[in-house]
């Protein structure tokens, strides 16, 4: 975690915002003023902000094409249910004998 390693022998991604809390935490009287600092690690460790803001982006795609394939299926419905397409009228009927 706060080793400066990273997976492949370099420095970690979030090693530098490890740094800064933890000098922060040494210099600050109180802790809270490092609340910041703490925030922004554990953002870069655990990525939760990121997979919140995917997930409603995400959620509001699928709200969209749910809602564009309601209309979709309204048409279908009105096509597959309408009626007048099959009524034919028989031969001369409806012309006029001249």
Known sequence: MASGF?????EGR???LWQGFSK???TAEDPSECKDVREDYLE???HKKDFQRANAIQAEADRQRGEE???IWAKIEKHVN???WGEV???GEGEKAS
Do not use: I, V, W
């Open 6 to 10: 990273g997976a492949k022998g370099s």
């Open 14 to 16: 979030c090693y530098p």
């Open 24 to 26: 922060c935490m040494s």
């Open 44 to 46: 870069c460790l655990h």
């Open 69 to 71: 394939a309601t209309k």
């Open 82 to 84: 309408d009626t007048s």
């Open 89 to 91: 009228k028989k031969e």
